[in-house]
């Protein structure tokens, strides 16, 4: 009998490590699955932040040709709201690409004589 519970307690012990091992391997895949969604997710919304500031600067791009229709090409700088010589952005516009793609750079907005608008994210 006594031989008989060691054994009992032997392959309970076993099972233990089992399931133990089978939770570490579960939560293992939870993160390899998780991690990737949620860097997706971020990447997304940093994206949705650069297309809003394309979108506004293409806006006030529209409202400063109206002024005076004179064609320009300037950096748009989003904390003063202001168009920006491309040669003088570099000392006075602070970098605010938001995607991995376009981090560290800026938008440069260009209009020209019939009021066509296009933007392009430019390094400093």
């Not at 940093?46 to 297309?51: A, I, L, Q």
Request: hydrophobic share 40%; charged share 25%.
């Amino acid at each position: 009998m006594k031989k008989f519970l060691e054994q009992k307690l032997k392959s309970h012990h076993g099972s233990n490590h089992i399931i133990v091992i089978l939770g570490l391997v579960a939560i293992v895949l939870l993160l390899m699955i998780a991690i990737p969604v949620v860097k997706n997710n971020t990447d997304n919304k940093m994206n949705n932040v650069d297309e809003e500031q394309i979108v506004y600067a293409e806006h006030q791009a529209s409202i400063e040709y109206q002024k005076n229709y004179k064609p320009f090409t300037a950096v748009f700088d989003t904390e003063t709201k202001q168009f920006v010589d491309k040669r003088t952005a570099r000392m006075s516009v602070k970098p605010y690409g938001s995607s991995k793609e376009h981090q560290g750079m800026y938008l440069l907005i260009t209009v020209d004589k019939d009021g066509n608008i296009s933007s392009q994210w430019i390094s400093p």
